[in-house]
């Protein structure tokens, strides 16, 4: 992964990234305290392509 921040789908608030994340894991928001999963949009290692999903469980 990459350091930096990814956007929570619920209240866009920047959502802290470190290098030990993995597609997959579940990273909390500090704003409004929702569980996310962390995704990738395509299978090119594009910083861009990583976004944050509400996990449904
Ligand atoms: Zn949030």
Same mark, same amino acid.
């Given at each position: 992964?990459?350091?930096? &921040?990814?956007?929570?789908?619920?209240?866009?608030?920047?959502?802290?990234?470190?290098?030990?994340?993995?597609?997959?894991?579940?990273?909390?928001?500090?704003?409004?305290?929702?569980?996310?999963?962390?995704?990738?949009?395509?299978?090119?290692?594009?910083?861009?392509?990583? &976004?944050?999903?509400?996990?449904?469980?």
């Amino acid at each position: 992964m990459f350091e930096g &921040y990814l956007e929570c789908p619920l209240c866009d608030a920047d959502v802290p990234v470190s290098q030990e994340d993995k597609i997959g894991d579940e990273l909390f928001c500090a704003c409004c305290l929702a569980s996310l999963k962390l995704k990738k949009k395509s299978d090119a290692w594009d910083r861009d392509d990583f &976004y944050l999903d509400e996990d449904y469980g």
